[in-house]
């Protein structure tokens, strides 16, 4: 089966740095995405890595470890508006079509 | 911008009911989802279309069906309505290069059953 980690819920405050963690255990991994959820919304996606190493969009950042079996998110100068919760997500390409399977989430509050 | 819309954002239903939940995408995409997301739980694959007509079962496909006559849209069906269906229901879909994200996802539909 396919099984993914991640903390449930983190907290900062502006201006602040803070890193979400995600392991996973699955087969046919193909790559790490990351989507964020504000309450009431669309998932919407943020990053993907299919390769080792860090990926920067902005002040969001991601990174892959594929040896580890992990990947982090990272958040830099916190906004209130980065209060959400972020999902990573596998890729799995065993069944030859993009099929993700989705953590449970991690809720992050950022506080003034 | 790619556009996915669910035809209801919230919905109430009784035990028994047939129900048809609708999505539809302007983006010619041909991979379409159907999840659910329940507290604690993240998002659960139900089932999966990666063309006209054609389906997939996903993680968690008891008690439901899709239909994909067309390639913009794709239908979610609850046969029997049970109260443990209510939930937050999202369609997303996607461009068909295997393992490439993103995935683009419509507002939800919160569909509770009485």
């Known amino acids: 089966g396919q099984s993914l980690e991640q903390p449930s819920e983190v907290t900062a405050v502006e201006g602040a740095i803070v890193q979400i963690n995600c392991t996973y255990q699955t087969s046919g991994f193909y790559g790490l995405s990351w989507y964020q959820q504000h309450d009431g919304g669309a998932p919407t996606f943020l990053s993907y890595n299919a390769l080792d190493g860090l990926e920067e969009t902005g002040r969001f950042s991601s990174f892959l470890s594929r040896s580890d079996s992990y990947g982090y998110l990272l958040l830099q100068e916190l906004q209130m508006k980065d209060s959400a919760s972020y999902f990573c997500a596998v890729s799995l390409m065993n069944t030859g079509f993009q099929k993700l399977v989705f953590g449970t989430g991690t809720r992050l509050l950022v506080s003034p | 911008d790619v556009k996915v819309t669910q035809s209801s954002r919230y919905l109430v239903k009784r035990t028994g009911e047939k129900v048809f939940l609708e999505c539809v995408q302007d983006m010619d995409h041909e991979n379409m989802f159907w999840y659910r997301q329940d507290p604690g739980l993240g998002l659960r694959l139900i089932y999966f279309s990666y063309d006209v007509k054609m389906k997939e079962k996903g993680d968690i496909p008891e008690g439901y069906s899709v239909s994909r006559e067309k390639k913009e849209r794709f239908s979610l069906i609850l046969e029997s309505a049970s109260t443990n269906q209510t939930s937050m229901y999202l369609c997303?879909?996607?461009?068909?290069?295997?393992?490439?994200?993103?995935?683009?996802f419509g507002d939800g539909t919160r569909l509770s059953i009485l």
């Open positions: 997303a879909s996607s461009s068909p290069e295997t393992g490439s994200p993103p995935q683009h």
